[in-house]
């Protein structure tokens, strides 16, 4: 997982502590003064155009574009600056976390083993599957009902739950449906696939 955040008023709010507390670290590790002020300018950059582009979303698309290319180089610059904190030999965990610069996996999330856990109840004739998010995008549902020879790609969600109102192959037959689902990161299938569940309608 990421250290930073993915909606623009997250990142903002971060990018304000961020600024708020590298002078002190940089001037703390040895990073020179001309330097800090280049990335504090770049950070800065981004949140002014953040901001006109709240202000002025209304009249038009430039502000979001402005604010799109702004926020690619503060998010380069949070990373190259970063990646230079951590190879610093004064670097410790404590300033990591202080501006918020360690993702997730560095605290021993595994992004190759997780996997969501699912749950099916039954809701007006439809089966709603609760899946349990943590802290990625969404999930991935893969589904087989009687009578399918495999599972094939249901849906995509990213909030639980998820409400299956497919109607059944077989009129009124009972039907056994089966879920089975893989966590999402920015667009990407990613861990392990959950458990199969299993519920008759």
């Known amino acids: 997982m990421d250290y930073l955040p993915k909606r623009d008023g997250d990142l903002d709010s971060y990018e304000s502590t961020f600024v708020s507390k590298y002078p002190g670290i940089a001037a703390q590790l040895g990073i020179g003064t001309e330097e800090a002020n280049s990335t504090l300018a770049i950070i800065a950059n981004h949140k002014t155009a953040y ?15 402005n604010n799109a290319a ?17 190879s610093n030999k004064g670097y410790t965990d404590a300033v990591g976390f202080e501006l918020g610069i360690v993702g997730s996996a560095e ?18 004739g439809n089966v709603v599957v609760s899946f349990d998010k943590q802290k ?21 969600d990213t909030a639980s739950p998820y409400e299956d109102n497919r109607p059944k192959l077989n009129g009124g037959a009972p ?11 920015d667009d990407a299938q990613v861990g392990q696939q959950s458990g199969i569940i299993s519920v008759t309608i």
């Open 175 to 185: 039907e056994e449906r089966q879920y089975y689902a893989f966590y999402l990161l």
């Open 70 to 86: 702004a926020k690619s180089l503060a998010i380069a610059e949070i990373r190259r600056v970063a990646q230079q904190l951590k």
């Open 51 to 65: 901001s006109t582009m709240n202000e002025k979303k209304a009249e038009g698309k430039s502000a979001v574009e």
């Open 107 to 124: 605290s021993g999330s595994d992004l190759e083993s997780i996997k969501p856990t699912l749950k099916t109840k039954i809701v007006g």
């Open 136 to 156: 990625m995008d969404g999930v991935k549902i893969y589904s087989k009902r009687t009578g399918e020879a495999e599972f094939g790609f249901l849906a995509i």
